[in-house]
């Protein structure tokens, strides 16, 4: 024999209501802990020295960047943000990101301290999105992409020169395949301005220089977004 609700006692009735309003409002305060945690911003460091001047040690943490196809910005201090990634962690509550509709990303933030004439720290901070601190670590550039072994890599490789003036102008990897003409129209949007480069920089022709080699391009023949 089944009891209907109109005959239950009031005071079970209301005993039920104020149980299921209860679980309710636990429901949703877990689902606001949940938003707010997967929009919370997360960052950790780490340096790396090395003996290069900070317009070197630029220059040679962009070539390793573009080797692992990380897209970036230099910004007016000379810092490079990196564009945002979308992470491939292992997220148990896959459930979360839905709700909020923002993909667990990241991005690098890097600084160059100089620390004397021929020194400089770099600095990386990764900066993440809706990844849990506890694999925070998987997600840093040394970790991820060995950057800081590329980056001492390409500096055994192609040390700059030290005739090189330091100031008045910006360092550039040379590309693989590529000369001081192919150079000079890369950054200066003038191939012919080959022979000035070759000139300031002691060398005898537009062949005269191995892949990955650094030359230096005085200010006023750069074009407005060879430093980008």
């Known amino acids: 024999m089944s009891t209907s609700w109109k005959s239950a006692p009031s005071w079970i009735i209301a005993a039920i209501v104020c149980a299921l309003s209860a679980f309710a409002g636990c429901y ?3 689902q606001r802990q949940v938003e707010h945690a997967a929009f919370q911003d997360s ?3 780490e340096e790396h020295i090395v003996n290069f001047a900070p317009h070197d040690a630029r220059q040679l943490t962009q070539t390793a960047l573009r080797g692992d196809s ?3 910005e230099v910004q007016p201090d000379g810092a490079i943000i990196t ?3 979308n992470a491939d962690f292992q997220n148990k509550r896959g459930w ?3 709700i909020i509709n923002v993909p667990p990303r990241y991005r690098y933030e890097i600084t160059f301290d100089p620390k004397g004439d021929k020194q400089t720290d770099i600095i990386v901070n990764v900066h993440t999105q809706n990844i849990p601190d506890s694999q925070l670590a998987e997600y840093k550039a040394s970790s991820r ?3 800081f072994r590329e980056i001492d890599e390409l500096a055994l490789k192609a040390p700059p020169s030290p005739n090189t003036p330091a100031t008045g102008g910006v360092n550039f990897t040379l590309l693989p395949n590529e000369d001081l003409r192919a150079l000079a129209k890369r950054v ?3 191939a012919d301005n080959w022979r000035v480069i070759a000139k300031d920089n002691g060398l ?4 005269d220089v191995k892949p990955f080699e650094n030359v230096w391009v005085r200010n006023r023949l750069l074009k407005q977004s060879a430093t980008k």
């Open 204 to 207: 005898k022709s537009d062949h």
């Open 70 to 72: 990380l897209l970036f």
């Open 83 to 85: 564009f945002w990634r």
């Open 43 to 45: 960052a950790l460091g």
């Open 96 to 98: 979360v990101p839905l």
């Open 145 to 147: 992409f060995e950057l």
């Open 188 to 190: 200066t949007g003038n």
């Open 28 to 30: 949703v305060g877990q």
